[in-house]
């Protein structure tokens, strides 16, 4: 199957559709922009850009819920409280099949999962999609702890290491040394989960 073929084409007008429905996510605000200004790009540099998006998605994504299937093997008191919170933020304690069930997974029920949202959180600190990253600086600049960087520098970070140092976990009283633990997740976050800074 090619770039252009029908059923790629017809997969886009669906997901076209969808995304004008709630005009949120990153392919309705790139159909906004057009609107606005016409000229600025043609379907397929829009198709190129949503396909890239979807292709690096994939792997991370994939290997991100392995290691998560992984440490919840490992872990069956995380598994139960996953499915007792699952259970309760969706049917309840009605046995339901897989279509109602389906049904029931809402924005608003998954809001409610926050012990799932830990678990996921804490996977990722341990097992991070990225284990290492670097970057070129493009311009000269100037780190959150003061240090400066010159146009042309590497900035290279371990978040794979970095999930795994005491010390940037000692405001929370934890040690990332300890293991899997998804509480230190929302001990961080609070109760509720908020989305934090990326500078944080």
């Known amino acids: 199957m090619g770039l252009d073929s029908p059923l790629l084409s017809l997969t886009a007008l669906l997901v076209l559709s969808l995304a004008l429905a709630k005009k949120e996510d990153i392919l309705s605000r790139f159909l906004l922009e057009r609107e606005q200004d016409p000229g600025c790009f043609d379907n397929k540099y829009l198709r190129d850009i949503i396909l890239n998006f979807v292709i690096a998605g994939r792997d991370t994504t994939a290997g991100t819920l392995a290691w998560f299937l992984y440490v919840l093997c490992r872990n ?25 069930f389906a049904a029931s997974l809402t924005e608003d029920a998954i809001s ?55 010390f940037l976990f000692e405001m929370w009283d934890a040690k990332a040394t300890v293991g899997y633990r998804p509480m230190l997740t929302l001990k961080m976050n609070g109760p509720l989960y908020v989305r934090a800074s990326p500078r944080r």
């Open 76 to 100: 069956e008191a995380v598994q139960d409280r996953i499915a007792e919170e699952v259970r309760a933020a969706t049917t309840g304690d009605r046995d339901v099949g897989a279509q109602e």
């Open 112 to 166: 409610k999962m926050q012990y799932l949202h830990a678990a996921l959180t804490e996977t990722l600190r341990l097992y991070p999609a990225i284990p290492v990253d670097a970057r070129c600086c493009l311009s000269d600049d100037t780190l959150p702890d003061g240090y400066a960087v010159k146009k042309g520098d590497m900035v290279n970070y371990q978040p794979y290491a970095m999930g795994r140092m005491d």
